[in-house]
């Protein structure tokens, strides 16, 4: 295999970011981009060059040449986008949230697994360098017996607000756009929980402008986990043991955070620096991604199908708690 070809489906904020990592990754190369006129298609590719541009998602989908492509439209289109792609038989890396329930979930890695195509969640966090050193620090035991995680994650939408923020359709709200990091983490350090609280306050729309969240584990543990679009919080993470706490400093999800390190009740941090590289952070997921299709794999063995679908059943159980409906549900 030479040159990974990507295509890149949806050309978004956040797709941009994703096509300026891909020049950082040695043997990708973005081949193709389609939006959903020719106009917003050709303004990406004239930031970011492809051989391909597009104006609809099928003809992408149908390249012969694409590799692998990358969904990067609003999540409530996740579904749709990526078993359009499936079932032309293309390796499919999509954007977080990885679709509006564990029903489309479980469709798309049903499709995936049926025609053993790859297919993987783009949970970037998963792969930064400052991740798995806090990784790597729990699984040596010097946070001893994790017993809470605390983790904020707010900020006030600026004018003009994106449609996708409040827009029910869109799987509007704080949970699936953010929130998403804070279940994430609580997974990540203790696993799925055995019981989930919620709460939300209603924004005009109904979906989420503030959401709070409990989780409970039989061993004593507890997660607390709060997001909103109405403060500007600092989004950080606290990840506490019985020997120790972890604090990811702001913003706890991206390569920019920093360790914090506090072995007792007195301050005396050590603060920790993960090896890091220019750009936004995406070139890491992009290189495992690449590595399981020069390997053959259909699943990566580090953001499992099984991890994704856990996942959308604990968003599903906090909705269901917390009163968050979206029309796709119905």
């Not at 604090?247 to 993960?274: C, H, K, M, N, W």
Request: overall charge negative; glycine content about 6%; some cysteine.
């Amino acid at each position: 295999m030479g040159n990974v070809r990507w295509g890149i489906l949806g050309c978004g904020r956040i797709a941009a970011k994703f096509a300026a990592d891909l020049s950082l990754v040695k043997d990708a190369e973005l081949f193709a981009v389609a939006s959903r006129s020719m106009a917003n298609a050709q303004d990406f590719a004239s930031q970011y060059p492809a051989s391909f541009v597009y104006d609809n998602y099928t003809e992408l989908a149908s390249n012969p040449l694409v590799d692998i492509i990358y969904v990067a439209t609003p999540h409530s289109h996740h579904h749709e986008h990526t078993l359009l792609c499936l079932r032309h038989n293309k390796a499919v890396l999509c954007e977080k949230a990885f679709a509006i329930n564990a029903r489309q979930a479980g469709e798309m890695i049903q499709e995936a697994r049926s025609r053993e195509v790859f297919l993987m969640e783009a949970l970037w966090t998963k792969f930064l360098p400052h991740y798995n050193r806090v990784m790597e620090m729990i699984n040596n035991d010097e946070l001893g017996q994790i017993r809470s995680i605390l983790v904020n994650f707010g900020f006030k939408p600026v004018e003009p607000v994106p449609d996708r923020i409040y827009n029910p359709a869109l799987g509007g709200g704080t949970l699936l756009d953010i929130g998403i990091y804070n279940v994430f983490m609580a997974l990540a350090f203790l696993g799925k929980p055995d019981e989930i609280d919620a709460w939300m306050s209603p924004s005009d729309t109904g979906v989420d402008a503030q959401c709070a969240i409990i989780f409970r584990y039989k061993n004593g543990a507890m997660a607390q986990l709060f997001s909103t679009f109405q403060s500007n919080l600092q989004t950080e993470a606290d990840i506490s043991g019985d020997q120790g706490r972890i604090r990811l400093t702001s913003r706890f999800y991206e390569p920019t955070s920093t360790i914090e390190f506090y072995p007792g009740r007195v301050d005396s941090r050590q603060v920790l620096q993960a090896d890091k590289e220019a750009g936004w952070g995406y070139q890491y997921e992009i290189r495992h991604v690449q590595e399981c299709l020069r390997q053959g794999l259909t699943e990566s063995p580090v953001m499992t199908l099984d991890d994704t679908l856990m996942m959308m059943e604990v968003l599903d159980e906090i909705r269901s708690k917390a009163g968050i409906i979206y029309p796709a549900d119905k």
